[in-house]
């Protein structure tokens, strides 16, 4: 069984590493467990680079704390050229995987609250009414109608990250 940490307690991204990882390894093949760290970006990472170098340290301190483990997993949300979106980083032993998400084009009235500052999450719930949103569908459930959610498409970049964990090609 692989002890996977899951640098974040955000039940929308668990339950998108927990399906990720059984889908490619196997119904109950991984424990996995969530911790608190920092990511070293702001709340509301902007830009792809920022976000991926909030994934990147998220696993860094989660390797420091639960060396023992046999998967670090971070995913971290941005925006970026007035979408969201999010960036997966996987590390295991030396070796790394990483994905970008799918993106979501934003509403411009929703883009000038963030780009003044204010975090993504809670500016979709204030608009919605939906507590704690990004724990939940998330922007992209609420802007889909539901088709997709905030979990679905992490799932996705999970998986892709993945790959050189489990597809010889990569050795």
């Not at 050229?81 to 799918?102: C, L, Q, Y």
Request: hydrophobic share 40%; charged share 20%.
């Amino acid at each position: 069984m692989h002890q996977v940490i899951c640098a974040t307690t955000n039940p929308a991204k668990i339950k998108a590493i927990l399906h990720a990882f059984e889908a490619i390894f196997g119904t109950a093949s991984c424990h996995i467990e969530s911790v608190v760290v920092e990511t070293g970006v702001p709340e509301q990472p902007l830009g792809s680079e920022e976000t991926r170098a909030g994934a990147r340290i998220r696993v860094q301190n989660a390797r420091a704390l639960k060396p023992e483990a046999d998967f670090w997993v971070a995913i971290e949300a941005g925006i970026d050229e007035g979408s969201t979106f999010s960036w997966v980083v996987i590390e295991r032993g030396d070796k790394r995987g990483e994905a970008r998400s799918a993106t979501l084009p934003l509403p411009e009235s929703i883009l000038e609250k963030v780009y003044q500052g204010e975090p993504l999450g809670p500016v979709m719930s204030a608009l919605t009414g939906i507590d704690a949103i990004g724990r939940k569908e998330g922007a992209i459930g609420v802007f889909t109608g539901g088709v997709l959610t905030r979990s679905s498409v992490y799932h996705q970049a999970v998986v892709l990250a993945l790959s050189p964990f489990h597809n010889a090609i990569y050795d």
